[in-house]
């Protein structure tokens, strides 16, 4: 069966240009396109793509975060993140929202079709060095004020490095989201951070950590 593809970038150019490159390939099937976050959000769930490329920047959010609201209901579905190799804040929010990979905008057409092909089957396109990178660069810092923390800001720290939602958590502690928003806004004070990604890195280095001999 052809891997099924919904692409999601605000230009329409871009669009119609890689719908066309994938359109040559009788292993791929392009079943939608969106040009918002809110658009690709209403339509993946009723098309059910394989494979979703979606473009970071758009201009009512972004495609990391369609990626993480997409998979918390959609776990199987892949996706491959349209970004640039210097913008380490974009590749490890891919990361943590569980994108199977990123391509450069200006990849070649051949090198996006086997990108594809190689998230559809399951493989990962992330570059362990420049991940590396990202989690050097934002790992610094918080550890010692990990004891201001709560139990229960403790408890939701890891759930965050599990790569959860605000309403996943609610649902594993049975507490209403509200109430999760309230902790990881104060555990994010109480750390110094201002992103949850950074606190999301912290959480995966804590959990490795622990299992090292």
């Known amino acids: 069966m052809a891997i099924r593809v919904f692409l999601l970038d605000d230009h329409e150019v871009v669009r119609k240009g890689v719908a066309a490159l994938l359109g040559t390939n009788p292993d791929i099937s392009v079943v939608g396109e969106a040009s918002t976050a809110a658009e690709a959000l209403a339509k993946v769930p009723l098309l059910k793509p394989d494979v979703a490329v979606l473009d970071v920047r758009l ?3 972004d495609g990391v975060q369609v990626c993480r609201d997409l998979r918390a209901d959609m776990p199987d579905l892949k996706c491959l993140m349209l970004t640039s190799y210097s913008d380490d804040e974009a590749l490890f929010e891919s990361v943590m929202a ?6 450069l905008k200006e990849v070649r057409g051949g090198d996006l079709v086997r990108a594809i092909r190689t998230v559809a089957q399951g ?3 992330l570059d362990p060095t420049a991940t590396t990178q990202v989690l050097t660069r934002l790992r610094k810092g918080p550890t010692d004020k990990l004891a201001e923390l ?15 939602t605000n309403r996943q958590i609610a649902e594993r502690l049975f507490l209403a989201e509200k109430t999760v928003k ?8 109480k750390l110094g951070m201002r992103r949850r990604t950074q606190a999301a890195v912290l959480a995966t280095e804590l959990r490795q950590n622990r299992r090292r001999p």
């Open 182 to 189: 309230n902790y990881v806004s104060n555990l994010l004070a």
């Open 98 to 103: 569980g994108a199977a990979g990123y391509v």
């Open 150 to 164: 709560t139990e229960q800001e403790r408890r939701v720290l890891e759930l965050i490095g599990e790569g959860m």
């Open 59 to 61: 201009p009512d959010g």
């Open 123 to 125: 493989g990962s396109l």
